[in-house]
C-alpha cells in the first residue's frame, strides 16, 4: 500500500471517527487556511490526490493527534485512538476492552459465516 493511499485511508478513518460530512472537514481546512472542496477531501481519502506537509498539519491540529498516525504502518484501532484522545479510568478502560473484544468476535463470526458460504457454493 502506498503512502498516499495509508494516509488517504486513516483520514476517512478519522473524519467518520469524529462524524465529521467530507463538506465538514472542507469547512474545518478552510478555517486553518486551507480551501479545498467537499471532492477534494474524497479525492484525499482515496488517494487519487496528495496530502501536503501543510494540509497534513491542519489536519492533525482538526483532529487533535500526531501527524505520524497517517503514517503508521500497523492497525490501530479506534479504541486505541479514543484513549489517545481522552484518559479513561479502570473502568471505561475494562469496558472499552470488552467492547473491543465482543467487535473482534463479531467479526470473526461474520468472516467464518461468508467463508462458509463460499465452500458451499464449490
Request: proline share 0%; charged share 35%; glycine share 2%.
Amino acid at each position: 500500500m502506498s503512502n498516499q493511499t495509508l494516509v488517504g485511508e486513516r483520514l476517512k478513518e478519522l473524519r467518520e471517527f469524529r462524524e465529521y460530512s467530507q463538506a465538514d472537514l472542507a469547512e474545518a481546512l478552510k478555517v486553518k487556511g486551507i480551501t479545498v472542496s467537499r471532492e477534494t477531501v474524497s479525492k484525499m481519502e482515496t488517494g487519487a490526490r496528495a496530502i501536503s506537509a501543510f494540509e497534513l498539519k491542519a489536519l492533525s491540529i482538526i483532529f487533535d493527534i500526531e501527524i505520524d498516525y497517517f503514517f503508521e504502518e500497523e492497525e490501530e484501532s479506534l479504541a486505541s485512538l479514543f484513549r489517545k484522545q481522552k484518559d479513561l479510568n479502570d473502568d471505561d478502560e475494562l469496558f472499552l476492552e470488552e467492547v473491543f473484544v465482543t467487535v473482534e468476535l463479531l467479526l470473526a463470526q461474520e468472516e467464518l459465516h461468508h467463508s462458509d458460504k463460499k465452500i458451499e457454493i464449490l
